[in-house]
T-cell receptor, first 111, second 117 residues
Framework: QKEVEQDPGPLSVPEGAIVSLNCTYS??????FMWYRQYSRKGPELLMY????GNKEDGRFTAQVDKSSKYISLFIRDSQPSDSATYLC???????????FGKGTTLSVSS | GAVVSQHPSWVICKSGTSVKIECRSL??????MFWYRQFPKQSLMLMAT?????????EQGVEKDKFLINHASLTLSTLTVTSAHPEDSSFYIC?????????????FGPGTRLTVT
């Protein structure tokens, strides 16, 4: 079993839809949970960062971490065509160490 | 926000030659930089951790004699792919950790696409 599992999609939704992206993980030692957005042939861009469990909201984006279930989610409200990209979840054991990434989910939002 | 640059953004080289990729933190100092590799439709896989002034730490399965990493200053790390082969063709991405930063202060470069013919 891989450390981080993420459904690669693709996921296609109409503009304005609520999008739910998810990752599961196997190692309970992860403490830091991130979501990155990556456009084609570009480096990842940090969207959301959560330490330990709980929810975090930033504009149209909400990140949730459920450590008991080893499950994290990213919700995008009122999705826009500009949200079309690959979304990568990433996790870390401690500050200053490298991240373990999921495969990424490709999202397409149609207008 | 902090900016990390990579040079070149893409490179094509012949099999057997060496290629150097630079990763620079433009407006902050980074004692630690990470090098990742990403194949099409795959995740970013950590290759090595580069610490300024010391030897890089390589992940299992990554040949240190093939992928030479030098972190000569607090703003520059280089990855040299020696004797490149077609299977080394990939997207190489670096990230830089702002000194004393928490997990979210890891900034990624735009990536370098390497094609070996």
């Amino acid at each position: 079993q891989k450390e981080v599992e993420q459904d690669p999609g693709p996921l296609s939704v109409p503009e304005g839809a609520i999008v739910s992206l998810n990752c599961t993980y196997s190692n309970s030692a992860f403490q830091y949970f991130m979501w990155y957005r990556q456009y084609s042939r570009k480096g990842p861009e940090l969207l959301m960062y959560t330490y330990s469990s709980g929810n975090k909201e930033d504009g149209r984006f909400t990140a949730q971490v459920d450590k008991s279930s080893k499950y994290i989610s990213l919700f995008i409200r009122d999705s826009q065509p500009s949200d079309s990209a690959t979304y990568l979840c990433a996790m870390g054991y401690q500050a200053g160490t490298a991240l373990i990434f999921g495969k990424g989910t490709t999202l397409s939002v149609s207008s | 926000g902090a900016v990390v640059s990579q040079h070149p953004s893409w490179v094509i080289c012949k099999s057997g030659t060496s290629v150097k990729i630079e990763c620079r933190s433009l407006d902050f100092q980074a004692t630690t930089m990470f090098w990742y590799r990403q194949f099409p439709k795959q995740s970013l896989m950590l290759m090595a951790t580069s610490n300024e002034g010391s030897k890089a730490t390589y992940e299992q399965g990554v040949e240190k004699d093939k992928f030479l990493i030098n972190h000569a200053s607090l703003t520059l790390s280089t990855l040299t792919v020696t004797s490149a082969h077609p299977e080394d063709s990939s997207f190489y991405i670096c990230s830089a950790l702002a000194s004393g930063g928490m997990m979210d202060e890891q900034y990624f470069g735009p990536g370098t696409r390497l094609t070996v013919t």
